[in-house]
């Protein structure tokens, strides 16, 4: 099982990033997927997951109207377009993966999971 979040960079406050999630390794239409972020001396927290019908997708309420998620069953992937970004969303994102129809926040609830990208928020 191999995840691999992608697409963090520096950007300015009010500016956007699209993040992806690519998988292998596991069936990967029978699980949902979720973001996570770790901030310095933070916990990690969830961002946002989508279930495995692509429909209602749940935001910590945080990032609610700034952030949204989807995903793409044949390419495998799953995607975080972030808008208005604020210099508190600085932190590394990582993608995890667990076989339940729909999905949840919260971190221990997750198997698998990728190594991060980070993302900067900053003037």
Known sequence: ?????????????GGSL????????????YYAIGWFR?????????VSCIPLSGSG???VDSVK????????????????QMNSLKP??????YCAAERFSDCTLHRTSYT???RGTLVTVSS
Not at 1 to 13: D, H, I, T
Not at 88 to 93: C, G, L, N, Q
């Open 1 to 13: 099982v191999q995840l691999q979040a992608s697409g963090g960079g520096l950007v300015e406050p």
């Open 18 to 29: 699209r993040l992806s999630c690519g998988t292998s390794g596991f069936a990967f239409d």
């Open 38 to 46: 770790q901030a310095p001396g933070s916990e990690r927290e969830g």
């Open 57 to 59: 997708p749940h935001y």
């Open 65 to 80: 109207g700034r952030f949204t998620i989807s995903r793409d069953n044949a390419k495998k992937s799953v995607y975080l």
């Open 88 to 93: 508190e969303d600085t932190a590394i994102y």
């Open 112 to 114: 698998y999971w990728g």
